[in-house]
Structure formats: structure tokens, C-alpha cells
């Protein structure tokens, strides 16, 4: 059976905690919540925060420090995977246009790496451009992603690169020819208003477009991530699955993330592919353990 990364997205940033009591949001949950799916299989917990007393956004790094040790502290292995997204979320004001509405929270490069510099995690997010999400816009100029670029390079720390459009592969090609990417890993981001469709022929033509030898893999969000993960497994990519994108595991039925990595093990079986243990995708993928880490 061929082997692939099983990813576990476990909380996001969304307002969701309102609609599954499953969605993790303190510390002590999202590292309880890693540690459920590392037994189920997964291979990668990707990591967001959320304020313990609202259960909403947070960009505090002490919750994210408090996080990773407690995964780090625990029997069960995983790869960690910190978003370096932050603060991007730009709505403008009716009443002055050229500033933020409310709602509107955005951080500097420096402020959004801060996460990946003070863990050093084993992967990172990066997002590769700006997009219409909703009604809002997450904000990512070129050359602030340079500069984020440039300092998870530094880190020693692995980028996925996050493509939630066609041209954000473009941009990310172009960190690759610059030199700031060394060993690129694609995620497509499918589905979300306003971005990429989510079809077969949308993944298709994504990954047509990737430089030659480079890793992908690919999700779909709401009523739409399994089904996501049977294409991507066809085509035997790596697999993610999570809270953060989906809270059912069918009509009603409100999910954990430990059963959403159950479901896209049976998916995957169907087409020879198993989960890569944390072991052997640090061999596979060549991801360094960053001075001072500890996954």
C-alpha cells in the first residue's frame, strides 16, 4: 500500500464552537484533541488557537506555547503543524473604506511568524496571497509573504504552502524560483467563497500546475471534505481532514476530529493508501527538527 500524510486540521478560527461542542478551544482540548488523533492515525495536527473564555480567534502566543508543549508532552507522536495566517482579516469601514471595520484584525509578517519562531514547530502554514472569504478579505501582499517566506526559511522550519486560487500557485512557484521555499509542500484549499471550486476538474488542472516533483495535498470544507478526500485519494495524494473545515461526519451527526480521521482511513483503504506514521513522514519529507523543538 502506498503511504501518504493524513493530516487533522483541529479547531480553525471560524465561529463554529457554537455549532459543535466538539470543536477544541483551549489548550488543554487542542492538545487532548491531537492526542486522540495521533491514536486514530493521523499523522500531522494542524494548529489554530482560539480564546478559552469566548472560544473565539486568538493570535496570543502563549496559547499557542502552552499548546505545542502539551503535545510535546505527551506519549503519543505527531508531527505539529502551527498556522502562521494570524491576523489577516481586513473589513473595510463603510464610513472610511480606507481602514478596518469591525471584525478587522491584521498583524504584521513579524507578528504572524511569531508563533512558528518561539515553537519551532516541524511545519507551518503559509498562505500564498490575499482572497475573498465571505465577506471579508484575508489580506497576504506579496511582499509581506516574501518576508514570511524568508523568516520560516531561517526557522529551518517546513512550509505548506497554502493555495486557496490558481494564481496563488503562481506566487508560490515564484517564492520557489527566488530561493525563499526549499522543499515544497502544496496544500489546495478547495471551496471556500470565494476562492477555488471544488471539482474534480479544479484539483486536476491545481495540480497540473505544480512544479515537478512537488508534494500536495488538497481538502474540501463543509459537506464537501470527504468526498474531497476520495478524489484526492484517487489521484494518491496526501489527505486532510478536521473540525476546522467540517463538523458533520454525515447529515446531523456531529463529528469529532479523532472520527473524521477514522472516516478518511476507510476512504483511503479503498484505494491502497495508508497513513504515514510521524516517523516515517519526517524521512519521507525530509522535515528537520528546528533547534529547540521537540515533536
Known amino acids: 500500500m502506498k503511504k501518504v500524510m493524513l493530516s487533522v486540521a483541529l479547531t480553525g478560527a471560524g465561529d463554529t464552537t457554537e455549532k459543535n461542542e466538539n470543536v477544541p478551544v ?9 492526542i486522540k488523533c495521533a491514536r486514530a492515525g493521523a499523522t500531522v495536527a494542524h494548529i489554530h488557537v482560539r480564546d478559552p473564555k469566548t472560544g473565539g480567534i486568538s493570535h496570543d502566543p502563549e496559547l499557542y506555547a502552552e499548546a505545542v508543549r502539551l503535545i510535546r508532552e505527551a506519549d503519543e507522536d505527531i508531527i505539529i503543524n502551527v498556522t502562521s495566517g494570524g491576523g489577516g482579516d481586513f473589513i473595510p469601514s463603510l464610513e472610511h473604506p480606507d481602514r478596518g471595520g469591525e471584525g478587522t484584525w491584521m498583524q504584521t509578517p513579524e507578528e504572524r511568524h511569531r508563533p512558528i519562531a518561539e515553537n519551532l514547530p516541524e ?3 503559509l498562505d500564498c496571497g490575499s482572497v475573498n472569504m465571505g465577506d471579508a478579505l484575508y489580506v497576504s501582499p506579496a511582499s509581506w509573504l516574501r518576508d514570511q517566506a524568508r ?28 530561493g525563499l521555499v526549499d522543499n515544497p509542500m502544496f496544500q489546495f484549499c478547495l471551496g471556500i467563497p470565494w476562492g477555488a471550486e471544488n471539482d474534480p476538474e479544479t484539483l486536476d488542472y491545481m495540480i497540473s500546475r505544480l512544479p515537478e516533483g512537488a508534494e500536495w495535498s488538497a481538502f474540501g470544507i463543509g459537506r464537501m471534505q470527504l468526498p474531497t478526500v476520495r478524489e484526492v485519494a484517487k489521484r494518491g495524494g496526501n489527505i486532510r481532514v478536521g473540525l476546522e473545515d467540517n463538523l458533520y461526519i454525515k447529515k446531523g451527526v456531529k463529528a469529532t476530529n479523532e472520527a473524521l480521521v477514522e472516516e478518511a482511513k476507510k476512504i483511503m483503504a479503498e484505494y491502497d493508501l495508508e497513513p504515514l506514521t510521524p516517523s516515517e513522514a519526517r524521512e519521507k519529507f525530509n522535515l528537520k527538527q528546528p533547534k529547540g523543538g521537540q515533536s
Open 26 to 34: 483551549t489548550p488543554q482540548e487542542i492538545a487532548d484533541s491531537a
Open 123 to 125: 511545519m507551518c502554514t
Open 151 to 178: 523568516l520560516v526559511q531561517e526557522s529551518g522550519v517546513q512550509p505548506e504552502l497554502e493555495c486557496f486560487d490558481t494564481g496563488h500557485i503562481r506566487f508560490a512557484k515564484q517564492l520557489i524560483e527566488e
